[in-house]
Every structure is written in structure tokens, then in C-alpha cells.
Nanobody
Framework: QVQLVESGGGLVQAGGSLRLACLAS????????MGWFRQAPGKEREFVAA???????LYADSVKGRFTISRDSGKNTVYLHMNSLKPTDTGVYYC???????????????WGQGAQVTVYS
């Protein structure tokens, strides 16, 4: 079993920055594709970004140019650097691990508990 723990959420003014981190632990036998998703109140969970085991990355159109996903395989940690934050970025951000390089939530096998990000204007 793989455990994912997010950290780094918080309250930030629009235009500001935050960095989320996700630490993976447990029975990690293969490099996973790591993804970030978010869910705003009353809305479905949506894809934010993903990074493959070799460092290729995917982004949702809504965050391109503002967010950057990265990973430190030696530390089993994936990061989401968020710049130029907007109130519409508010939500619970979830880290996920899977084997398909995709933005489809159902393809990810392991999920963290989520970290709240609130952006105020």
C-alpha cells in the first residue's frame, strides 16, 4: 500500500504564491505517475497537473503558465508550485499516484487526504 500526505496549503491573497508538497511512502516498487487534482465546493474533482516518472508534465489549461509540477524521486516527493493565484484556484488539492500518464482521476490508484488552498481577493 502507498500512502500520500500533502502539505503546504493555506490562505493567500490573489496574485500570491504557494507550494504544495506530497510525500509518498509505503510499498513503492515502481516509479508512479504523480498527479495533482483539486475540488472546489459543490464542484467535481478536476485535474490540475501530472508528472511522469521521467519528468514529462501535463497541465490543465486553467493553470498553464502559472503552476509548475516537479518531483524529487530521491525524496519520494512531488511538488506543485503555484504562482499568480486567483480566487478560482480555491479548493482542496489532492495528490494522487498511478501508472497512466493522464489527467483522468479514475486512472489513479492512490490518493492523499487533501490540502486546503484558499485564495482571497
Amino acid at each position: 500500500q502507498v500512502q500520500l500526505v500533502e502539505s503546504g496549503g493555506g490562505l493567500v491573497q490573489a496574485g500570491g504564491s504557494l507550494r504544495l508538497a506530497c510525500l509518498a511512502s509505503g510499498r513503492i516498487f515502481r516509479p508512479y505517475v504523480m498527479g495533482w487534482f483539486r475540488q472546489a465546493p459543490g464542484k467535481e474533482r478536476e485535474f490540475v497537473a501530472a508528472i511522469s516518472s521521467v519528468g514529462s508534465s501535463l497541465y490543465a489549461d486553467s493553470v498553464k503558465g502559472r503552476f509548475t509540477i516537479s518531483r524529487d524521486s530521491g525524496k519520494n516527493t512531488v511538488y506543485l508550485h503555484m504562482n499568480s493565484l486567483k480566487p478560482t484556484d480555491t479548493g482542496v488539492y489532492y495528490c494522487a499516484a498511478g501508472f497512466d500518464y493522464t489527467g483522468t482521476p479514475g486512472k489513479y490508484e492512490h490518493w492523499g487526504q487533501g490540502a486546503q488552498v484558499t485564495v482571497y481577493s
